[in-house]
């Protein structure tokens, strides 16, 4: 398996710009996350998702981030409008219980940068 | 590459030696953890986790410590080599929803030649 996906590696983009997010899970995992990852907080959990149905949004920081996951094997995290302080790197993962362990994979992020 | 060069601990270990990380959790309700390791530019890497009817769980090369008591838990890598510096974050979570996890601020190894 190619392991969990994301797109674009390396965002720049202006404020107030829409930014969109992807996410490919590793197939067969019913488990999604969006992670960001800032020197100040650390490594934060946004939301995830359970057979592509959101189950916690309580860390999505504002209205103006929503995500998005159409099918199993697609997700989407969208910041509108961007703004200076979302810059971060962006982190997916996917996971599939089973019994014993809750071993997530992450993807290798998205750097994204907003002037 | 995607990490974000965080102004964290350091543990600075020669080659060869076992090193020890430490962690303290703060939620006296979490009963399951885990140690997840990040080498630059990557995502975070699942090492071991634990729960919390356990004190001791070792895998290959890697131990982990918990102690309930004082909410401390501890990873333990034996004969440290290159391929270990990474920054390494501990996480907490209740077992019954152990999907949502939250991590710890995390320590850098660092391994001297």
């Known amino acids: 398996d190619a392991g969990v996906i994301q797109s674009p590696r390396h965002e720049v983009t202006e404020m107030g710009q829409e930014v969109t997010l992807r996410c490919k899970p590793i197939?067969?995992?019913?488990?999604l996350f969006w992670y960001r990852q800032t020197m100040m907080r650390g490594l934060e959990l946004l939301i995830y998702f359970n057979n592509n149905v959101p189950i916690d949004d309580s860390g999505m920081p504002e209205d103006r981030f929503s995500a998005k996951m159409p099918n199993a094997s697609f997700s989407t995290l969208k910041i509108q409008p961007s703004e200076p302080r979302d810059s971060a790197v962006y982190f997916c993962?996917?996971?599939?219980?089973?019994?014993?362990?809750?071993?997530?994979?992450f993807g290798p992020g998205t750097r994204l940068t907003v002037t | 590459g995607e990490s974000v060069g965080l102004h964290l601990p350091t543990l600075s270990v020669q080659e060869g030696d076992n090193s020890i990380i430490n962690c303290a959790y703060s939620?006296?309700?979490?009963?399951?953890f885990i140690w997840y390791k990040q080498e630059s530019g990557k995502g975070p890497q699942f090492i071991i986790d634990?729960?919390?009817?356990?004190d001791k769980r070792q895998g290959q090369r890697v131990t982990v410590l918990l102690n309930k008591t004082v909410k401390h838990l501890s990873l333990q890598i034996a004969a440290t080599q290159p391929g270990d510096s990474a920054v390494y974050f501990c996480?907490?979570?209740?077992?019954?929803?152990?999907?949502?996890?939250?991590f710890g601020s995390g320590t850098r190894l660092s391994i001297r030649p």
């Open positions: 939620n006296s309700a979490s009963d399951y």
């Open positions: 634990i729960r919390s009817n356990m």
């Open positions: 197939s067969g995992h019913d488990y």
């Open positions: 996480a907490e979570a209740r077992y019954s929803s152990a999907s949502k996890i939250i």
């Open positions: 993962a996917s996971s599939l219980y089973r019994g014993l362990t809750y071993e997530q994979y």
